[in-house]
């Protein structure tokens, strides 16, 4: 996935800030289940209250803990996001 950044598409931002989390959520609304990556996750729902909403969060938050280091530096220089309600 790429970022816009000023105009110009980036995969190596850090992910923080208005204007880049916007582009993300834009490429998850434009992409859906398809802009699932590594880095990346998108729920329509996850109800954390709920048991199976709190086990699909932590998964993937376990999973982008354990990936290797130069794995995870290739994109959002290293960072994940997790995208829930879209």
């Known amino acids: 996935m790429h970022v816009k950044v000023g105009g110009w598409v980036s995969a190596n931002v850090v ?3 208005v204007r880049i989390l916007w582009s993300v959520l834009d490429h998850v609304v434009a992409n859906g289940d398809a802009a699932e990556t590594s880095y990346l996750e998108a729920k329509s729902t996850a109800h954390i209250a709920v048991k199976q909403g ?3 969060v932590v998964e ?4 982008c ?4 280091p130069e794995d995870a530096a290739r994109h959002f220089e290293g960072y994940a996001v997790l995208v829930i309600g879209v």
């Open 15 to 17: 992910p923080l800030g």
């Open 54 to 56: 709190l086990v699909q």
């Open 60 to 63: 993937f938050l376990l999973a």
């Open 65 to 68: 803990a354990n990936r290797l």
